[in-house]
């Protein structure tokens, strides 16, 4: 059996492994939660000036009694350590309390909960994301640098008051990510944004974005509480033009309506998600468009891809210590691969175009898909600090997750043919020393059709991060892996740049497998009045080929630069400079090396605001 043969027989014993340990997991019920989790220090300072301001006092044993009031107090951008700072809060709308309250899942009358407090912590500081037909998310923008929940002693005996102090983060915004490649600016990512309209925790952006080949301007907005409700709504479009020339030349839009699951408790979920999009696809080696061989002749690899879906579905939620979750669902996609007007002819090739299409872009077919998925996983969560965010609290899930998806291509629905796609996701999460966080995933996938298996992909991953070691520094490693076999979507990985290998350029190695290993020590953060500053020395090492045997390892090595603005965002300001080891395609080993730079760590696990934003 070849290497690449053995994907298939390998995932498969894994799921079965997991699925068994989840068995175990769930038997040991969940992690105990404690009622006063610690306080990073920004935090500890809110709630500090929160009790002196309404002269409450923290009860020590909140167990069993009811609730008797809800305090809100939000708390304004810039704080009294931010000297004349403060005189900017009056351009700022906080969040009316009243919002705020309304997330909480704690209400007068119930019982003390401790386990219900964290979960409102977690999502007042970053909801849970919105997924997708194409299995993307949305991750709703962070509005809060601190979050707290905390009960109060309450002047009528056997009822504890419960204290929500949030810090609002300056919601008026200007987001970017950039990188540069042989001084140009090659990728940017922008957006004037107002994260919380009128102290509504509503968002509209205005973006701007721009790869090689083009650039896009469009609207989002987000509304996480259409009227007053549960409903969430997200309705983003673009506008793409031409880098070369500023000729448009597509545009995408998606609009998604749903009812999430929005706490552990919910039974209930569903939502309806629409997009549309008619964009230019081009690929490129280095700041070329890469040529592709066609019967002989070279064409730049550029195609349009039209492409409309919808995707509905409900899902019912079962459990509290363990969650089990059955998503019932439809989805119709309909994808179609053109050549553009100005391909190139060849007198001696006269099907080029078609050959083109049928070798090179992804496959055009309409599917019309049932779905049922099934997912499992402990309700159990870590706390965890000065990781990925320095000082403000992380929430990372532990123990074991198993998701199972099932579909079927039905031609009476209209499907071009029979088809039956399959997905599993298996996974394991730990807090080794309680500070630290590890975790191991895998994930498989393809369809069946007329007894082959096609777009078959495996892909893994292991994230480790110690304890802090001597509360100077602590070692991030992530290790992936990515595999394809039979893929009519054709669309190759790549490593270099963001994706994986920080001193070369941007898609540099192109495959199907890849793999890539990052070690980074981080150090802790270093506090200067309300900022926190860090830095991090780091190794990348990976390559994508034909085949796990053409893999070549390439390396580079770094240093980079965090800063937390709490004033400003939950993630740290990110600034790394790499220098490569080894020559690629395009890259030369040694100075000046590479600088990217924007918001969030190089590469983190947790939950957390990193997953997919629109291109706007």
């Known amino acids: 059996m070849r290497r690449s043969d053995a994907f298939p027989a390998r995932a498969a014993g894994a799921v079965r492994i997991v699925a068994a340990a989840i068995m175990l997991a769930a038997a040991a019920g969940p992690a105990a939660s404690e009622p006063m989790p610690s306080l990073g220090r920004l935090e500890r300072e809110s709630v500090e000036e929160a009790l002196a301001l309404l002269g409450l006092t923290i009860d020590g044993n909140p167990e069993g009694k009811v609730i008797g009031h809800v305090y809100v107090v939000n708390q304004d951008v810039f704080s009294r350590h931010d000297w004349r700072l403060q005189l900017l809060n009056i351009f700022h709308r906080t969040t009316r309390p009243d919002i705020i309250e ?60 419960v204290l929500a102090v949030t810090r609002d983060l300056w919601s008026l915004r200007f987001n970017t990510d950039f990188q540069f490649q042989k001084n140009t ?98 690929h490129f080696c280095d700041n070329q468009l890469c040529p592709v061989s066609v019967a002989g002749t070279s064409v730049p690899f550029i195609y349009r891809r039209h492409e409309v879906a919808v995707d509905a579905n409900t899902v019912r939620s079962f459990g509290q210590a363990v969650i089990q979750r059955v998503t019932a669902g439809y989805r119709f996609d309909h994808p179609r691969s053109l050549v553009l007007a100005d391909f190139p002819a060849d007198p001696n090739v006269p099907a080029l175009a078609e050959q083109f299409l049928a070798q090179w872009t992804p496959l055009s077919e309409t599917r019309s898909e049932p779905y049922l998925r099934y997912e499992l996983f402990t309700a159990r969560y870590g706390v965890f600090r000065d990781l990925n965010t320095f000082d403000l609290r992380e929430n990372g899930r532990l123990g074991p997750h198993l998701a199972v998806e099932l579909a079927a291509g039905v031609p009476a629905l209209g499907a071009d043919f029979v088809a039956y796609p399959m997905s599993a996701t298996a996974s394991w999460a730990a807090a080794p020393g309680g500070s630290g966080y590890a975790m191991a995933q895998a994930q498989v996938s393809a369809r069946t059709r007329s007894g082959h298996l096609i777009d078959q992909r495996l892909s893994g991953v292991i994230f480790l991060a110690t304890p802090p070691i001597g509360r100077a520094a602590r070692v991030v490693i992530e290790a992936t892996t990515d595999a394809l076999r039979a893929d009519t979507y054709r669309t190759p990985l790549f490593l270099g740049g963001d994706t994986g290998l920080r001193g070369y350029q941007i898609g540099e190695f192109q495959g199907v497998v890849a793999a890539a290993a990052h070690a980074e020590i981080r150090t802790a953060p270093i506090a200067v009045y309300s900022q926190r500053f860090g830095a991090v020395l780091f190794y990348d090492v990976g390559h994508a080929a034909g085949s796990y045997g053409d893999l070549v390892p390439h390396h580079d090595v770094g240093v980079g630069l965090r800063w937390l603005i709490p004033q400003l965002n939950s993630s740290v300001l990110r600034i790394d400079w790499a220098v490569p080891t080894q020559a690629g395609p395009y890259t030369q080993p040694g100075l000046p090396g590479r600088i990217t730079a924007g918001f969030m760590q190089s590469f983190w696990v947790l939950d957390s605001p990193k997953g997919f934003i629109p291109s706007f």
């Open 102 to 161: 309304r997330e909480l899942l704690l209400a007068p009358g119930q019982h003390w909960d401790a386990m219900l407090a964290d979960e409102s912590v977690r999502n007042l500081q970053a909801p849970p994301p919105l997924f997708f037909a194409n299995g993307t998310r949305f991750a709703a923008p962070g509005l809060s640098s601190v979050v707290a929940i905390m009960p109060v002693a309450s002047p009528v005996p056997g009822s504890v008051d």
């Open 185 to 282: 600016l090659s990728v940017l990512q922008t957006s004037l944004s107002e994260n919380n309209l009128f102290g509504w925790r509503k968002y509209v952006a205005a973006g701007f974005e721009l790869d090689q080949g083009r650039y896009g301007v469009g609207p989002t907005y987000f509304d996480p509480n259409v009227a007053g409700t549960r409903l969430t709504l997200l309705a983003t479009g673009n506008a793409w033009y031409a880098r070369d020339t500023d000729r448009y030349e597509g545009d995408n839009e998606l609009f998604s309506l749903q009812y999430p699951l929005y706490s552990l408790a919910s039974r209930w979920g569903a939502e309806l998600n629409v997009s549309h999009q008619d964009v230019v696809v081009r």
